[in-house]
Protein backbone atom coordinates (compact mmCIF):
# COMPACT_ATOMS: atom_id res chain seq x y z
CA UNK A 1 0.00 0.00 0.00
CA UNK A 2 1.31 3.49 -1.11
CA UNK A 3 1.19 5.91 1.30
CA UNK A 4 2.54 9.71 1.50
CA UNK A 5 2.54 11.32 5.05
CA UNK A 6 2.69 14.69 5.37
CA UNK A 7 4.83 16.33 8.14
CA UNK A 8 6.10 19.22 10.08
CA UNK A 9 3.01 21.78 9.91
CA UNK A 10 2.64 23.74 12.56
CA UNK A 11 1.62 27.29 14.18
CA UNK A 12 3.99 30.41 13.41
CA UNK A 13 4.07 34.05 13.62
CA UNK A 14 4.20 35.77 10.34
CA UNK A 15 7.50 36.21 8.89
CA UNK A 16 8.21 32.63 10.25
CA UNK A 17 9.69 29.95 8.58
CA UNK A 18 8.55 26.12 8.61
CA UNK A 19 10.13 23.13 6.44
CA UNK A 20 7.47 20.46 5.24
CA UNK A 21 8.50 17.05 4.45
CA UNK A 22 6.55 14.44 2.50
CA UNK A 23 7.76 11.10 2.99
CA UNK A 24 6.39 8.04 0.40
CA UNK A 25 6.28 4.21 1.38
CA UNK A 26 4.84 1.46 0.42
CA UNK A 27 5.72 -0.67 -2.84
CA UNK A 28 7.11 1.87 -5.08
CA UNK A 29 8.67 0.84 -8.80
CA UNK A 30 9.14 4.90 -9.80
CA UNK A 31 8.03 8.42 -8.02
CA UNK A 32 7.58 10.58 -10.95
CA UNK A 33 6.74 14.14 -10.65
CA UNK A 34 5.87 15.37 -6.55
CA UNK A 35 3.64 18.59 -5.99
CA UNK A 36 2.37 20.49 -3.37
CA UNK A 37 -1.31 21.61 -2.88
CA UNK A 38 -2.83 23.93 -0.02
CA UNK A 39 -6.42 24.32 0.59
CA UNK A 40 -7.31 27.18 2.87
CA UNK A 41 -10.48 27.26 4.53
CA UNK A 42 -13.34 28.92 2.31
CA UNK A 43 -11.15 28.57 -0.63
CA UNK A 44 -10.55 26.24 -3.83
CA UNK A 45 -7.23 24.02 -3.36
CA UNK A 46 -4.69 25.52 -5.31
CA UNK A 47 -1.20 24.80 -6.41
CA UNK A 48 1.93 25.66 -4.53
CA UNK A 49 5.13 23.85 -5.90
CA UNK A 50 5.63 20.92 -8.44
CA UNK A 51 9.47 19.06 -8.64
CA UNK A 52 10.67 16.61 -11.34
CA UNK A 53 12.89 14.00 -11.23
CA UNK A 54 15.69 16.17 -11.97
CA UNK A 55 14.94 18.78 -9.66
CA UNK A 56 13.21 21.30 -11.59
CA UNK A 57 10.36 23.13 -9.93
CA UNK A 58 8.07 25.57 -10.27
CA UNK A 59 6.09 27.66 -8.32
CA UNK A 60 3.14 29.59 -7.72
CA UNK A 61 3.37 33.34 -8.12
CA UNK A 62 2.12 33.05 -4.57
CA UNK A 63 5.18 31.31 -3.05
CA UNK A 64 7.40 32.35 -5.18
CA UNK A 65 10.81 34.08 -3.66
CA UNK A 66 9.93 32.39 -0.13
CA UNK A 67 9.09 28.71 -1.04
CA UNK A 68 11.41 26.50 -2.25
CA UNK A 69 11.02 22.81 -2.69
CA UNK A 70 13.13 20.36 -3.57
CA UNK A 71 13.57 15.98 -2.67
CA UNK A 72 15.47 13.04 -2.20
CA UNK A 73 15.05 10.63 -4.63
CA UNK A 74 17.11 7.59 -1.84
CA UNK A 75 14.39 8.58 0.84
CA UNK A 76 11.49 9.26 -1.33
CA UNK A 77 10.88 12.44 0.23
CA UNK A 78 10.23 15.82 -0.52
CA UNK A 79 10.54 19.00 1.40
CA UNK A 80 9.41 22.41 1.17
CA UNK A 81 11.04 25.23 2.78
CA UNK A 82 8.85 28.24 3.27
CA UNK A 83 10.27 31.36 4.49
CA UNK A 84 8.47 35.26 5.24
CA UNK A 85 5.32 33.23 5.77
CA UNK A 86 2.27 35.35 5.67
CA UNK A 87 -1.10 34.91 7.20
CA UNK A 88 -2.63 34.44 3.59
CA UNK A 89 -0.34 31.21 3.52
CA UNK A 90 -2.34 29.45 6.52
CA UNK A 91 -3.97 26.18 4.45
CA UNK A 92 -3.89 22.64 4.94
CA UNK A 93 -1.21 21.60 2.64
CA UNK A 94 -1.23 18.38 0.90
CA UNK A 95 2.03 16.38 -0.97
CA UNK A 96 1.06 14.39 -4.64
CA UNK A 97 3.28 12.02 -6.65
CA UNK A 98 2.84 10.54 -9.73
CA UNK A 99 3.85 6.99 -8.51
CA UNK A 100 3.87 3.80 -10.43
CA UNK A 101 3.89 0.66 -8.48
CA UNK A 102 5.13 -1.75 -10.58
CA UNK A 103 7.24 -2.29 -14.03
CA UNK A 104 5.12 -1.62 -17.02
CA UNK A 105 2.22 -0.64 -14.94
CA UNK A 106 0.39 2.83 -15.56
CA UNK A 107 1.59 4.89 -13.14
CA UNK A 108 -0.90 7.75 -11.08
CA UNK A 109 -1.72 10.04 -8.82
CA UNK A 110 -1.39 9.44 -4.59
CA UNK A 111 -2.47 12.02 -1.93
CA UNK A 112 -1.59 12.36 1.71
CA UNK A 113 -3.78 13.06 4.53
CA UNK A 114 -2.34 17.29 4.77
CA UNK A 115 -0.40 18.97 7.32
CA UNK A 116 -1.86 22.18 8.65
CA UNK A 117 -0.03 25.40 8.25
CA UNK A 118 -1.30 28.10 10.32
CA UNK A 119 0.36 32.11 10.05
CA UNK A 120 -0.62 34.39 13.01
CA UNK A 121 -0.38 38.32 12.59
Known amino acids: QVQLVESWGGLVQAGGSLRLSCAVS????????MDWYRHAPGKQREFAATINNRGTTTYADSGKGRFTTSRDNALNTMYMQMNDLKPEDTAVYYCNADIATRRYQPSRDYWGQGTQVTVSS
Open 26 to 33: GSIFRINI
